[in-house]
């Protein structure tokens, strides 16, 4: 068995697909780092190799009763857009990265660190892994959160500088370059899967 997962952040129609309640805020940056292909290419060649694949979605019961009345900041956000509601279009992992049978889907991630609010530390102990790999969106927020989280709790942590992407290019670069570092090994998808024995 892999010791190895390939943790997927918000791979959302809300966030990648036309239409999507906050897709036009992240659509130039998707264009420019071409996350979406990367991801599809490292998915489907990490799966070969026994990589255990393990989605965190991001959703909200109706009228957002998990989220304080007054929210502000990124959440105030996904609230005013109407974005990610359970069961909505939006909600749902984009269709050309459909999770496998094989592979874990993350129930309750209701913020933005995908360890706070999930059971994502008991599932990747239970399936006997050391070391993540994460994915996503946005760079600076819930991948990165993900990512302090993924430290502190002792995994070896990876992310992957191709297959992230956020509002500007400037707060991408930045959190690859200042704060990537700090807490995980920044590498590309390639890279990754080049380690990979």
Aim: aromatic share 8%; proline share 3%; glycine share 8%.
């Amino acid at each position: 068995m892999s010791q190895t997962a390939l943790v997927l952040i918000e791979y959302q129609n809300d966030f990648l697909s036309e239409g999507g309640a906050l897709h036009e805020g992240v659509r130039a940056e998707l264009t420019r780092t071409n996350m979406l292909a990367h991801t599809k290419d490292l998915v489907a060649e990490a799966r070969k190799k026994g990589v255990r694949i393990v989605w965190v979605p991001i959703e909200f019961a109706p009228g957002y009763p998990e989220l304080a009345t007054e929210s502000y900041g990124i959440l105030a956000g996904v609230k005013a857009t109407n974005a990610f509601r359970i069961g909505s279009w939006g909600a749902q992992i984009v269709d050309s990265l459909a999770p496998h049978e094989s592979d874990i889907v993350i129930a309750g991630k209701r913020g933005l660190c995908g360890f706070a609010s999930t059971n994502l530390d008991f599932v990747l102990r239970q399936n006997g892994i050391s070391r993540i790999a994460l994915g996503g969106l946005l760079t600076d927020c819930c991948v990165e959160s993900t990512m302090r989280s993924a430290y502190e709790r002792g995994y070896i942590v990876q992310t992957l500088t191709d297959c992230t992407a956020t509002l500007s290019q400037a707060q991408h670069e930045a959190a690859i370059a200042f704060t990537y570092p700090m807490f995980s090994h920044p590498v590309t998808s390639r890279a990754f899967l080049d380690s990979l024995l």
